[in-house]
């Protein structure tokens, strides 16, 4: 068989990309490695993509209140999209102030998600211990979150953006690895 080839007569030659995806694998192992070594720049790229989605969400929500086919909640949606797009354009000129409201918010449901767990755990005995320490967990997790100041809350952001993006890059290279072996095990 030719290379890329199919080994089923008369389908399509099997063409897997594997050098696009081990690409993307490193790139985004980079950007990881940037918000694990910059939680400035981290803070900062958070708080843009908050004010980004922000401001789409309030276009659409105007667009959805101005639509002829939204006649319930045709003014919640019109404020709503207001609300948003001030939310956004206030962030855009503030980032870190937006990524800090993030990472407060996310602080505040691990908080209470803390509490809920440690509320469940006391009430029902099924998964008892799993229940307790996800709690516990969540609140530490949590108050680390809303105690401690600007710059280590955001660094705590960095920390577990970094780690996302290295363990997904780790795999995206891996998967890219592994098709790139099936592509030359199927050209043999």
Do not use: C, H
Request: proline fraction near 5%; avoid cysteine; hydrophobic fraction near 60%.
């Amino acid at each position: 068989m030719a290379t890329n080839e199919s080994p089923i007569p008369g389908d399509p030659p099997l063409r897997t990309g594997w050098g696009w995806i081990v690409a993307y694998g490193v790139l985004v192992i980079l950007i990881g490695v940037l918000a694990l070594t910059n939680p400035i720049a981290t803070g900062l790229a958070t708080g843009i993509i908050l004010a980004l989605v922000l401001i789409v969400y309030g276009v659409a929500a105007i667009a959805s209140a101005i639509s002829s086919l939204s006649r319930r909640g045709r003014w919640i949606e019109l404020i709503l999209g207001i609300l948003a797009l001030l939310a956004g354009a206030s962030i855009l000129f503030a980032p870190l102030l937006g990524a800090l409201s993030l990472v407060w918010a996310i602080g505040f449901w691990l908080v209470v998600s803390g509490v809920m767990q440690l509320v469940t755990a006391a009430r029902f005995p099924v998964d008892r211990w799993w229940r307790l320490f996800l709690g516990l967990l969540d609140l530490v997790l949590g108050a680390i979150l809303l105690l401690s100041g600007p710059v280590p809350s955001l660094a705590f952001l960095a920390i577990i953006v970094g780690i996302s993006f290295l363990f997904r890059g780790l795999f995206l290279v891996l998967l890219g690895l592994g098709l790139r072996k099936v592509s030359t095990s199927t050209a043999a």
